[in-house]
């Protein structure tokens, strides 16, 4: 049985290998814990790390894994790397998984 919706090299097969790779991103509990401190602004690391509970080398690893499919944006401030949500991507992901689940 075939199913269109998905058939290779679709848009839809697309939307479906992006929503897996943003999935599989925050899956971590850690990260999800990063998403939801990031709600309230933008952090730095040095903000994370007694929230999460974990070394600051852990909260960079997982920061930069949510960097890496778009979900963060980073500003300078001073000494300090300011991590915040990007909301444009978050719109972005929750339509393709709405398209994807009906």
């Known amino acids: 049985m075939e199913f269109k919706c998905c058939a290779k090299n679709s848009k839809k097969e697309q939307d479906v290998q992006k929503t897996y790779e943003f999935l599989r991103a925050i899956s971590d509990p850690n990260r999800l814990k990063i998403i939801c401190v990031l709600q309230e602004g933008a952090k730095c690391v040095c903000e994370l790390v007694p929230v999460l509970g974990i070394s600051d080398k852990l909260v960079s690893h ?3 894994c949510l960097k890496n499919i778009g979900l963060l944006s980073e500003k300078r ?25 009906k």
Do not use: C, T, V
């Open 62 to 64: 997982h920061l930069k």
């Open 77 to 101: 401030d001073g000494n300090f790397i300011r991590h915040s949500l990007d909301r444009k991507i978050i719109k972005k992901y929750k339509a393709i998984f709405n398209q994807i689940i």
